[in-house]
């Protein structure tokens, strides 16, 4: 099994916060090798995709993310 892209694990981490959370620290992990091997210092996520959209909602997946080695950024909408 080859090593997912970051847009890949990124697409991972959509699905498992639409699951309620399943599995999001090993996607989290996933995500942050990922950006290691592309050279890239943070994720970017759409806001849109978010369950909770919401400014409070945002900080909270920042926080949890960066705990985990992982800086996250968001596109503009």
């Given at each position: 099994m080859s090593e997912?892209?970051?847009?890949?694990?990124?697409?991972?981490i959509y699905q498992s916060l639409q699951a309620d959370n399943a599995d999001i620290d090993m996607?989290?992990?996933?995500?942050?090798?990922?950006?290691?091997?592309?050279?890239?210092k943070e994720a970017v996520f759409d806001p849109a995709k978010l369950v909770q959209n919401n400014r409070s909602g945002r900080k909270l997946m920042q926080a949890y993310f960066r705990q985990r080695g992982v800086t996250v950024t968001?596109?503009?909408?």
């Amino acid at each position: 099994m080859s090593e997912p892209t970051v847009a890949e694990a990124t697409d991972r981490i959509y699905q498992s916060l639409q699951a309620d959370n399943a599995d999001i620290d090993m996607h989290i992990a996933a995500l942050k090798a990922a950006l290691a091997r592309e050279g890239l210092k943070e994720a970017v996520f759409d806001p849109a995709k978010l369950v909770q959209n919401n400014r409070s909602g945002r900080k909270l997946m920042q926080a949890y993310f960066r705990q985990r080695g992982v800086t996250v950024t968001f596109s503009a909408a």
